[in-house]
Every structure is written in C-alpha cells, then in structure tokens.
Nanobody, 113 residues
Framework: QVQLVESGGGLVQAGGSLRLSCAAS????????MGWYRQAPGKQRELVAT???????NYADSVKGRFTISRDNAKNTVYLQMNSLKPEDTAVYYC???????WGQGTQVTVSS
C-alpha cells in the first residue's frame, strides 16, 4: 500500500512563489516516475510535470520556465517549486505515482491578482 501526502499549498499574490511537497510511504518510490497534476474549478485535471527515477523532467507548456519538479529518493519526497505564479495557476495540486492508482489528497494553491 502506498500513501502520498501533499503539503505546501496556500494563498499567494501573483508573482510569488510556493513549494509543494509530496511525501510517499512504501518502498517503491525510488523506482517510480512521479508526477504533479492540477485541477482548477470546472476544468479537467491536467498534468503539470513529471520526473523519472533518473531525474529526467517534463513540463506542461503553461508552466515551463516557472515551475521545477525535483525528488529526494532518500526522503521518499517529490517537490514542485512554483515561481512567478499567475492567477491561472490557481487549482488543487495532486501528486501521483505515475501510471498507478496512487494519488495524494491534494493541496489548494490560490494565486490572487
């Protein structure tokens, strides 16, 4: 059984920064690609960023150059550093063990204009 617990969301002004964390239980974290998704009100959940076990990353076009995904396998944790935040980044952010049914509970990010 794998549990994912996100933290770090909050309210920030446009142009500000937040760092999300996702702590994973279980021993398979280090062998799995991890992803961050987000879902805004009335919209479908969208993939924001992924990171492989080897550290290769991919980003949605909308966040390239502003967001950075990273991981610490020793801590079973994946991070999402979000800079230059925009109101359109407002959403609930979820981490996912990519390609599995394991999701976190989500953390709210609200960016005010």
């Amino acid at each position: 059984q794998v549990q994912l617990v996100e933290s770090g969301g909050g309210l920030v002004q446009a142009g500000g920064s937040l760092r999300l964390s996702c702590a994973a239980s279980g021993s398979i974290f280090s062998i799995k690609t991890m992803g961050w998704y987000r879902q805004a009100p009335g919209k479908q959940r969208e993939l924001v960023a992924t990171i492989t076990t080897g550290g290769n990353t991919n980003y949605a076009d909308s966040v390239k150059g502003r967001f950075t995904i990273s991981r610490d396998n020793a801590k079973n944790t994946v991070y999402l550093q979000m800079n230059s935040l925009k109101p359109e980044d407002t959403a609930v952010y979820y981490c996912n063990m990519f390609g599995t049914v394991y999701w976190g509970q989500g953390t709210q990010v609200t960016v005010s204009s």
